[in-house]
């Protein structure tokens, strides 16, 4: 048997993302598709539109066969960190024989240079991302310059390389050559409209829409470019969730750290030091968010440092090697096999029962995603006006 993982966020799952799990299993001819999706928070600093336990349902109709919970310590992180996990937690399980991904037009050749100079640093390489950080560029800009300029790239072609998806297929391949994976990549080509790109009247029947395109469509009430099961399990969704339902708590947890704000895993003592200036004033969270933004400041990185403070994310020393455990959320019953081939982590599945196999350090990191999911149940209950299921009676979803 083999297997096929897909690092993702389903944010929601989309006739785009059903169409590249076909593609996964055509290329690599794959018996099994592991999706290892975020949980309830995704990579940019969001919450998902809806729980991981609707995404899982819609995955698996969708045409995965086993679902899997990225850790919430990476998969709220910058793209090089979401990425490290992504592989660090495919690797652990032991019976992923390829990680795939989607490309915007780059070679795989290409993807597979840069995601291996990238990870062995050369010297002239590193002068000029200092040079360029120096200058005030954002550490992905200033990457992106200075690997176009040690590997002689025009600005055409710097471009095309470093689109968002080549971006994190990039990060992917650095990480399993540092970490000194077995595992093959596979790059995917991407299909439909562009990563972030929005809806327009005459883009509608153009191909697969964004998962930004389809999430403001739902705003809408409009469930374009959904599968009809998609369709009818985002209709029993209890609520749709965005940031600013968020901002009161995450407001709070600002104030309440407020002398150890650097101490929270991407918080640099800049952005600290901004986090205090603006919170007085800030009214919600895209204006607190835009009054830290500078030059050499993403947007997604300062929403990742909100929300990493609230759950409170922090820095580490050291990185980890294998994960201490990996949280199964759903699967087909006939990728049940797999489980007795997983070797260097600890699946768990009942949850309450199997965390008691965790030593201190691992129970640890997984009440971090403990905390996640109960933060997002109550701004859910809070919203909807409902009960929902705390994390500890959620079983694993079973599907034929």
Known sequence: MSAAGIICEYNPFHEGHQFHIGQVREKTGADTVVALMN?????????????????????LEGGAD???????????????????????????????????????????????LAGRYLAEEPELYKRQLGCYLREGFSFPAARERAYADCVELSQEERAQLFMPNNTLGIEYIKSAWQLGSPM???????????YHEELTGQQERQGFLSATAVRSQIWKGNFAGLSEGAVELLKKAHCFLCSEDFWQMCSFAIRDRWDRLEDIKDLSGELANSFRKNWYEAVSLDDFANHCKTKNMTMARIKRCVFQTLLEIEKESGGEDSLPYIRLLGMRRRAAVNL??????????RLARDMEELDKKGQDKLFQDIKAADLYRTVAMAVSGQRLPEEFRQPVILVD
Request: proline share 3%.
């Open 39 to 59: 949980g309830d928070f995704v990579q940019r600093g969001e919450p998902a539109i809806v729980d991981k336990y609707i995404r899982t349902r819609m995955a």
């Open 66 to 112: 086993m679902v899997f919970e990225l850790p919430v310590r990476y998969g709220l992180s910058s793209a090089e960190d979401f990425a490290r996990g992504g592989i660090l937690a495919l690797d652990s399980l032991s019976f992923i024989d390829f990680y795939c991904f989607g490309s915007e037009g780059a070679l795989q050749e290409q993807l597979e």
């Open 184 to 194: 093959k990549p596979v790059a995917i080509k991407r299909e439909g409209m562009g």
């Open 340 to 349: 007795k081939r997983v070797k260097k982590t600890k699946v768990l599945g």
